[in-house]
Nanobody, 129 residues
Framework: QVQLVESGGGLVQAGGSLRLSCIVS????????MGWFRQAPWKEREFVGD??????????DYADSVKGRFTISRDNAKNTVYLQMNSLKPEDTAVYYC????????????????????WGQGTQVTVSS
């Protein structure tokens, strides 16, 4: 059974930082590309960023709204993907989800939720002004 478990969410003031973690079990983490999405109330789930497999170079891609502020990394030894979020803004408030995929895992830039196979339960991030 594949499981993705996010952690690290919370309440932070604008301008602050948080690091989210997502631990994957039940499948080959090293063969999976990993993505982060978020969903604010009354909005559709949106792409935040993704990272390709380690063996393909671990390339990353980000939504324009977070580029330069958020960084995705992965630790294959720990089956974990991270989302470092800096310079947080109130509009970053959302539930953040990690997801994994094997399709086109050699590259980043898969922005559609339908391209991902498994999802975590989400972690709430709230940024106060």
């Amino acid at each position: 059974q594949v499981q993705l478990v996010e952690s690290g969410g919370g309440l932070v003031q604008a301008g602050g930082s948080l690091r989210l973690s997502c631990i994957v079990s039940g499948r080959s983490f090293s063969s999976s590309a990993m993505g982060w999405f978020r969903q604010a109330p009354w909005k559709e789930r949106e792409f935040v960023g993704d990272i390709s497999t380690w063996w393909s170079g671990g390339s990353t891609d980000y939504a324009d709204s977070v580029k330069g502020r958020f960084t995705i990394s992965r630790d294959n030894a720990k089956n974990t993907v991270y989302l470092q979020m800096n310079s947080l803004k109130p509009e970053d408030t959302a539930v953040y989800y990690c997801a994994c995929r094997t399709r086109r895992a050699y590259s980043a830039g898969s922005t559609g939720p339908g391209e991902y196979d498994y999802w975590g339960q989400g972690t709430q991030v709230t940024v106060s002004s």
